[in-house]
T-cell receptor, first 113, second 109 residues
C-alpha cells in the first residue's frame, strides 16, 4: 500500500496564481483532511470530508476549496494565492474502524511570493 | 468548536520522565489523540484515548479525564530520539479533528 500520497512536494507560486494540491489514498478510508502548518506552529484544519460527495469547513477555510468526487481523492484548490498561504500542507485520512488514527501524507511545502 | 491548550516547550534529561499536559474543550467529544512530529516530517500516531484512564504503550502512556477535559502524555526513559514536537488532538462526533499548537520536547544528554 502507498498510503496517503500528496503532490507536489514543493511549489513556488506568484501572488494571484492558482494551483491544486493533489491527495490520494489507497486504504479505502472514509475520512480525509487538509491541514496547514506554519513554522513552529500546530496543525490548522482547512477542510475535511466524511465521505465521497461530502465536505465541511475547518478552522481556516478562506482562500481554499475542496472536492471529494471519489473515496480516494481529496484535492485542495488555492485560488488567487496570497503570501499568507505560504505554509506546509498536510493531507491525512482515517477510517471509522479501530482508533480512527490519522495517516498523513509527506506534506507539500508551498511558498507564495 | 474546539479549544486545545498545551505547553509550548519542555526540556528534560536523557533517561528521565516528562509529562505533557493537554486541556481541551470540544462539543461532542469523540476521542483524544497524541502525535509525534520530528522537524521536517509528518506527524505520526502515538496514542488514542476515548474512555477515562491510562493507556500504556511501551515507554509512552496517555491518560484521559473526560469530566475534566484533560489528558497527559507520559514519556519514560527518555532517549535523544524523543526530541520532537508532541501534538494533542481532540476529535468531535462529526469526525472533525483539531490539534493543539504542539509541545516541543528537548532531550539533553
Amino acid at each position: 500500500n502507498a498510503g496517503v500520497t500528496q503532490t507536489p512536494k514543493f511549489r513556488i507560486l506568484k501572488i494571484g496564481q492558482s494551483m491544486t494540491l493533489q491527495c490520494t489514498q489507497d486504504m479505502n478510508h472514509n475520512y480525509m483532511y487538509w491541514y496547514r502548518q506554519d513554522p513552529g506552529m500546530g496543525l490548522k484544519l482547512i477542510y475535511y470530508s466524511v465521505g465521497a460527495g461530502i465536505t465541511d469547513k475547518g478552522e481556516v477555510p478562506n482562500g481554499y476549496n475542496v472536492s471529494r468526487s471519489t473515496t480516494e481523492d481529496f484535492p485542495l484548490r488555492l485560488e488567487l494565492a496570497a503570501p499568507s498561504q505560504t505554509s506546509v500542507y498536510f493531507c491525512a485520512s482515517s477510517s471509522d474502524r479501530d482508533t480512527g488514527e490519522l495517516f498523513f501524507g509527506e506534506g507539500s511545502r508551498l511558498t507564495v511570493l | 468548536g474546539q479549544n486545545i491548550d498545551q505547553p509550548t516547550e519542555m526540556t528534560a534529561t536523557e533517561g528521565a520522565i516528562v509529562q505533557i499536559n493537554c486541556t481541551y474543550q470540544t462539543s461532542g467529544f469523540n476521542g483524544l489523540f497524541w502525535y509525534q512530529q520530528h522537524a521536517g516530517e509528518a506527524p505520526t500516531f502515538l496514542s488514542y484515548n476515548v474512555l477515562d484512564g491510562l493507556e500504556e504503550k511501551g515507554r509512552f502512556s496517555s491518560f484521559l479525564s473526560r469530566s475534566k477535559g484533560y489528558s497527559y502524555l507520559l514519556l519514560k526513559e527518555l532517549q535523544m530520539k524523543d526530541s520532537a514536537s508532541y501534538l494533542c488532538a481532540a476529535r468531535s462526533n462529526d469526525y472533525k479533528l483539531s490539534f493543539g499548537a504542539g509541545t516541543t520536547v528537548t532531550v539533553r544528554a
